[in-house]
Structures are given as structure tokens and as C-alpha cells.
């Protein structure tokens, strides 16, 4: 056995991948709201368009099993994630509404296809007994790369006071640099499931999507408005939204990986049920937050439950024919952003007339989810993916 070559593993090739996303898409999510506004002078209806704009990739991800005819997977990943670290590096320099549009798109095709191969990925490489401590293990090393890169953005910005363009030049071309090591560094490896190269939909996945429909819903109030809501209305600098984002990856880094023990513990449908019943109190209390600090707490909590958002993959890698890992990842991606589409621009008309309306809305969307959840079995499995309407 070469020992020297024994670390180059496909556990550690999604552990590394996990560092780069937190470098650069972390960097460009944390400064784009005080960008967009001090830069390029958005108000909501801009920042929903942007938002919207951003999610077309995630919609169009189902492509990625076509791009697969030509281009083997774990390829496929390294070049998806050197357009959204080239993206993120260049933003800065485009502080106009047509030239984030643009660079955004770039970003956010290498960031969707990126996160639609990891899906694929990581469900081909782990077994079912591993998958949730191990992806809860890739969530707590990714959160401890974006401690380390708030920190650093912190400094950027509060110690040496720099201009936003060189901080998004200077974090996304770290996040290419480690692209371009990853990809002499580690060999192809094999997968031992022949994956179908074609569109997978079938009726017994139905809860599955309904699940990823409506947690991509959930995830634009959060990624879009929240925080929205803290520099709109409670006056956040970006370094302030940084440090809020360095506690957000402090939990993270503390709980993701007991988030997913705890997942394979209870089993999936009471780890959801608990998360759509605190998400319900959380839109609930953004709708009704009046201060800073309160607010703050609400925005710390609701990324929080992020974590057990795990749950719904895992349920899919139990009930799931293996040979449909990648294509389903591709479909369930474009379901997952179909809702990204339209909420931030709708919801961003929305949000000038009643900021709380928004989240009273996700309110009612977390209550939806957590009805479905409330379908899934105790132990699914093939032929056991639901407990009522088994559409097979």
C-alpha cells in the first residue's frame, strides 16, 4: 500500500470541496446585501430580480445529467466550482444592476452545478450507515472553513478597510487556487454503481420532491429577505453581517455532526417535523421583530435548522434505486429552485408594501412542510417510501 498517497480518499475529496464553497460563495453571500446598497443603490425589487436571477442555474440543474455524457462526474465538479470562484472574484469590480447580473450567473452556475454533483456524489461514495454523521461531518468542516473566512473578511474590512472589490478578488481567487491544487492532487475515482444518463422521475420519489419543493421555498426567505431585513431595517454594516455569519458557522462547526447523529437516532420524520415547527415560530417572530439584538437571534437560530434539512437526503438515499443518485440529484435540484425563481422577484414587490407579509408567508410554508413530513415511515426503504398515498 502507498501510505504516502493513503489520505487521497473519496471522503477527503468531499472534505476539501467542502472548504472551497465556505471561501468563496460564503465571502460573496456575506457582503452582497451592504454591496448591493452602497455600491449599486438596490432597493428590494433589485435585490429580488438579483436574487431570482441567481436561482435560474439552481432551476436548470437537471442539465448537468446531459453535460454527464461527456464529462465524468467528479471533472465536472472541479470545473463547476472554478466558474463560481471566478465569478466571485470578479463581482466587485461590475457595481452596476446589469453587471452583478452577470457575474452572478457565472457564480451561480459553477455554485449549482457544484452542489448538484456533491448530492450525487457523496450519496454514490457513502454507505446508508455513514451518510448522515458523514454529511453532517462535511456541514461542521465547512462551517469551520467560514469561520475562518468571516474572520479573515472581518479583518478586510474593519482592520484595513477594503474596498469591496479586492476582498471579492482576494477570497475568490484563494477558493480557485485550492480548485486548481484539488485537481492535480486527487485521482478520478470510481463509482460502482453505472449511473442512469437520462431523466429519472418516478411516483414513488413524490414525497421526496414535494420535501425539496418547498424546502427550496423556505430557503429564499432566509437567503434573500432575512437578511435583507437586517441591513434594511436595522442599519447592519458588512462587517456586522459578518460577524453574524461567524456565529451562524460557530454553531454550525458545534453541531452539525451531532445534528446528524441525532438525524440517524430519531429517524428522519421526527428530525423534520422539529424543524418546520421551529421554523414556523421563527418567520413568526421575524414578521414581529422590532430589535436589532432580537432579530439577530432569529437569524442565528433559522441557519441553524439548516442542518437538519440533511434529513431529506437521507430519506432519499433509503427509499432510492442506487443507479438513480445522479440523475435524481440533477431533478431534484431544478425542483428545489423552481420556487427560488419566483419568490425573491415576487416576494421582492411583496416586501415593499409589508416586509412582515413575507414571513407570514414562509410561516405558512413551514406549516406545508411540516405536513408532508408527517407522511414520511419510520424505517423507509424501497418499497416503504411513504406511509399513505404509495404511488408506485
Excluded at 276 to 284: A, S
Excluded at 340 to 360: D, R
Amino acid at each position: 500500500m502507498n501510505h504516502s498517497a493513503s489520505w487521497k480518499t473519496p471522503q477527503n475529496f468531499l472534505l476539501l470541496i467542502s472548504i472551497v464553497v465556505p471561501v468563496a460563495f460564503s465571502s460573496w453571500m456575506a457582503l452582497l446585501n451592504n454591496f448591493v446598497i452602497e455600491r449599486a443603490n438596490f432597493d428590494g425589487s433589485d435585490i429580488g430580480l438579483l436574487q431570482s436571477v441567481r436561482e435560474i442555474p439552481g432551476f436548470l440543474a437537471f442539465t448537468a445529467v446531459f453535460v454527464l455524457l461527456f464529462i465524468r462526474e467528479q471533472r465536472f465538479m472541479l470545473l463547476s466550482l472554478s466558474a463560481l470562484t471566478i465569478g466571485t472574484a470578479i463581482t466587485g469590480f461590475f457595481p452596476s444592476i446589469f453587471g452583478l447580473l452577470l457575474t452572478t450567473l457565472l457564480m451561480s452556475t459553477g455554485f449549482h452545478y457544484f452542489e448538484t454533483l456533491k448530492q450525487s456524489l457523496s450519496l454514490q461514495w457513502l454507505t446508508k450507515e455513514e451518510a448522515p454523521e458523514m454529511l453532517g461531518k462535511f456541514i461542521s468542516v465547512g462551517a469551520l472553513a467560514s469561520l475562518v473566512t468571516y474572520g479573515a473578511l472581518w479583518v478586510c474590512l474593519e482592520v484595513f478597510a477594503m474596498d469591496f472589490k479586492w476582498v471579492y478578488l482576494t477570497f475568490g481567487g484563494i477558493g480557485f487556487l485550492l480548485v486548481a491544487w484539488m485537481a492535480f492532487a486527487f485521482p478520478q475515482f470510481e463509482t460502482h454503481v453505472q449511473q442512469n444518463k437520462k431523466l429519472v422521475l418516478r411516483k414513488r420519489y413524490w414525497l421526496y420532491y414535494a420535501l425539496t419543493f418547498m424546502s427550496g421555498a423556505r430557503r429564499q426567505i432566509f437567503t434573500v429577505f432575512a437578511g435583507f431585513l437586517m441591513v434594511e431595517k436595522f442599519g447592519y454594516s458588512a462587517a456586522d453581517v459578518t460577524m453574524l455569519f461567524l456565529i451562524n458557522y460557530l454553531f454550525n462547526f458545534l453541531f452539525a455532526k451531532r445534528i446528524g447523529k441525532f438525524i440517524g437516532q430519531v429517524g428522519e420524520r421526527k428530525a423534520l417535523m422539529f424543524e418546520y415547527t421551529g421554523l414556523i415560530c421563527v418567520f413568526v417572530g421575524y414578521a414581529l421583530v422590532e430589535t436589532a439584538e432580537w432579530a439577530a437571534a432569529l437569524y442565528v437560530i433559522d441557519h441553524l435548522f439548516f442542518a437538519l434539512a440533511l434529513a431529506i437526503k437521507t430519506y432519499f438515499q433509503k427509499i432510492a434505486d442506487p443507479a438513480d443518485m445522479a440523475s435524481t440529484a440533477g431533478v431534484s435540484f431544478t425542483i428545489n429552485h423552481i420556487a427560488a425563481v419566483f419568490i425573491p422577484v415576487t416576494f421582492g414587490f411583496i416586501w415593499l408594501v409589508s416586509p412582515a407579509a413575507v414571513f407570514y408567508i414562509g410561516a405558512a410554508m413551514a406549516l406545508v412542510s411540516f405536513t408532508l413530513s408527517l407522511n414520511i415511515p419510520k424505517l423507509p426503504q424501497e418499497g416503504n417510501e411513504v406511509r399513505v398515498l404509495n404511488w408506485s
